[in-house]
């Protein structure tokens, strides 16, 4: 991709504010929270996105990923005290991994219904995520924001790269993902650019008393796309 014209803005550096740092402290403390109550569960999570990255804004999402397939009760009892939204099936496209989503007040949980593909875990990366244990040092991360702008955190604030402007390869090497899932990405993410929000393949909400893996079956007794990805 190297030589083409940056469509997604120029490089500049931005320096946080005081507002801006207070703003993802608090965020950040939010994610904390979630994913401490989940490890004394035994559940590993990660939180990805402008959380991990730092360049949050107000209109932010606090997105929490656990990245082993588990059952999901055990999820819902480790959330027992905070208030469940929505509950819902997402699958982004038919040969993508199914994903339980659990909607809080201040923040989204997902998790994998199938195992996943190394390169779907690869999008997490792309974005930029990190644990529980980078999250309370402090840490910042890499990653590609929804502008497919490369955001390198810095002491002050971060520096912003047009990733049009990297050769794939580069881009992949820096954030040590396969090449696969930034071509992947790029696409996504351009045609969203071009005519707005895209969907999903699946999204089915979950009721209330119902598991998210009696909900799956339903689904794969009736869509044999669905029942294709379970046993790829």
């Known amino acids: 991709m190297k030589g083409k014209t940056a469509i997604f803005g120029c490089r500049k550096k931005v320096r946080y504010t005081e507002d801006q740092w207070k703003l993802l402290e608090e965020k950040r403390k939010i994610a904390a929270d979630i994913m401490k109550i989940l490890a004394d569960s035994g559940i590993d999570s990660l939180v990805y996105g402008s959380v991990a990255r730092g360049d949050v804004k107000k209109t932010s999402d606090v997105d929490i990923f656990i990245p082993s397939a588990i059952p ?54 792309f974005g930029g995520c990190m644990d529980l244990e980078s999250l309370m040092r402090k840490k910042r991360v890499a990653g590609v924001d929804k502008r497919l702008v490369l955001i390198i955190p810095l002491r002050d604030g971060h520096y912003e790269i047009p990733a049009n402007e990297l050769d794939v390869s580069e881009l992949a090497e820096y954030l040590d993902i396969g090449i696969e899932i930034v071509m992947e990405r790029f696409r996504v993410l351009e045609r969203r650019r071009e005519i707005g929000r ?17 909900k799956l079956k339903e689904i794969i007794d009736r869509n044999p796309f669905v029942k294709r990805r379970i046993m790829f």
């Open 72 to 125: 999901s009760y055990r999820i819902e009892l480790a959330l027992h005290d905070h208030t469940i939204l929505e509950k819902k099936i997402v699958q982004a496209t038919p040969n993508y991994a199914i994903k339980g989503e659990i909607v809080l007040e201040n923040a989204n949980v997902s998790f994998p219904l199938v195992k996943m593909k190394d390169k779907e875990l690869d999008f997490y990366r």
């Open 198 to 214: 895209t969907g999903v393949f699946l999204s089915e909400a979950v009721h209330e008393f119902e598991s998210f893996e009696t």
